[in-house]
């Protein structure tokens, strides 16, 4: 079974600074891997799709990489700023099945 | 353009009574998918569907039942409701396995 984590669970930054969020997984059997960010109260909001095959994806001020063999995933945030704060999930797409398994997330706080 | 549109926002339900929780897209998605998140315990799949007139049971569909008869919709039944489906729920969707997931704001529902 698919166990998905993210450290830390919780993370408070000053603005302006860099910053990386951490998804591990146990089966590398995946074919995709997706970062949502949640506002409190709010649905989910897609923030980069990395295919199986790929390495790394760029939107604005954020990468995220896929590294399968190792089982890791990083979602890295440039020049945080307040309006950054939020919830971070990583959901992976597994070979085996039609589902998402998605991580328990990491709580970003961004003070101006 | 709506993206995937579920309602009600807040329900207050009583033990034992009956609701559907609406979703639709318009993104012409075949899968589309039934989620509850509860506090620190992440989001846990309820049903799926890859087409119209296919559904399938997710990690914890006890109490819950779903159609699918058209693409554009997927409404979520609760029968008999008990506070333990007191909970906020997300509708998803995608085009298929590989590709980017969508989701609505969510209905928050308590059953008292």
């Known amino acids: 079974k698919q166990e998905v984590t993210q450290i830390p669970a919780a993370l408070s930054v000053p603005e302006g600074e860099n910053l990386v969020l951490n998804c591990s997984f146990t089966?590398?059997?995946?074919?995709?891997l997706q970062w949502f960010r949640q506002d409190p109260g709010k649905g989910l909001t897609s923030l980069l799709l990395?295919?199986?095959?790929?390495r790394e994806q760029t939107s604005g001020r954020l990468n995220a990489s896929l590294d399968k063999s190792s089982g890791r995933s990083t979602l890295y945030i440039a020049a945080s700023q307040p309006g950054d704060s939020a919830t971070y999930l990583c959901a992976l797409g597994p070979n085996y099945g039609q589902n998402f398994v998605f991580g328990p997330g990491t709580r970003l706080s961004v003070l101006p | 353009n709506a993206g995937v549109t579920q309602t009600p926002k807040f329900r207050i339900l009583k033990i034992g009574q009956s609701m559907t929780l609406q979703c639709a897209q318009d993104m012409n998605h075949n899968y589309m998918y039934w989620y509850r998140q509860d506090p620190g315990m992440g989001l846990k799949l309820i049903y799926y569907?890859?087409?119209?007139?296919?559904?399938d049971k997710g990690e914890v569909p006890n109490g819950y039942n779903v159609s699918r008869s058209t693409t554009e919709d997927f409404p979520l039944r609760l029968e008999l409701a008990a506070p333990s489906q007191t909970s906020v729920y997300f509708c998803a969707s995608r085009t298929d396995r590989h590709t980017e997931a969508f989701f609505g704001q969510g209905t928050r529902l308590t059953v008292v």
């Open positions: 990395i295919q199986s095959s790929q």
């Open positions: 569907s890859v087409g119209a007139g296919i559904t």
């Open positions: 089966d590398s059997a995946i074919y995709n």
